[in-house]
């Protein structure tokens, strides 16, 4: 047992049970010098976390993005620690679909950053990746893809998959963690977000979907 904890339970133990209060104890414990240094420790793990946080944001992790520039994806994969890229098509609506799962996971996964890009704004990505039917959707941590989801066969080709079910897919690589204790019972959209972001919820989540409701393969 800490030393200051010990010498402040017996000065109390001596002057009888209820002869300090828990304010004066706890003022006998404000003059440890132990513990000003572990107070030190925690605000700086505080002003860390802060930082991080702001320099995440400042990134676009807690909200899914639209990239418009192929540049800009280019960079987002091969410098995020963590990311997901939907490449996917604006009138496919299987790619609605997968938008709005990922739309809704994003800000409870925000270690990861989340973004999809329209193929037809870089073919030089569809190539390297080897995209060939939407959506396709890759796994990318430290530069690297580890996984890649194509079309929704591994949900029975069907569209009514949840957003849990997409959630437990893309933990199977590592680049988002599933939510442990009672946040594991609770459905995606309706758990707490950790990091607030300033972006609104787009209304594509509401948009109508038009489109052929099956895979689309680009070789055809």
């Not at 000003?36 to 793990?45: K, P, S, T």
């Amino acid at each position: 047992m800490d030393h200051k904890i010990q010498e402040t339970a017996k000065r109390a133990l001596e002057q009888g049970d209820d002869a300090l209060s828990d304010d004066e104890l706890l003022a006998e414990l404000e003059n440890d010098p132990e513990l000003e240094r572990l107070r030190e420790v925690r605000l700086n793990q505080l002003k860390s976390e802060i930082d991080h946080v702001r320099t995440l944001r400042a990134r676009g992790h807690g909200e899914y993005s639209e990239i418009q520039k192929e540049e800009d994806m280019v960079n987002l994969v091969g410098k995020e620690g963590k990311a997901i890229a939907h490449f996917g098509h604006p009138q496919f609506a299987r790619c609605k679909i997968l938008d709005s799962h990922l739309r809704t996971l994003a800000p409870h996964h925000f270690e990861t950053r989340f973004a999809s890009i329209n193929v037809e704004k870089c073919p030089f990505l569809v190539k390297k990746f080897q995209v060939r039917v939407l959506p396709c959707l890759l796994a990318v941590i430290d530069g690297r893809v580890v996984d890649r989801l194509v079309g929704f066969e591994e949900f029975g080709n069907s569209d009514k998959f949840s957003t849990e079910a997409l959630e437990k897919r893309l933990a199977k690589c590592g680049v988002i963690q599933l939510p442990k204790g009672e946040l594991a019972d609770i459905p995606v959209a309706q758990r707490p977000v950790a990091y607030q972001t300033n972006q609104e919820a787009s209304s594509d989540t509401h948009s109508h979907m038009v489109g052929n409701s099956s895979d689309v393969d680009l070789d055809n």
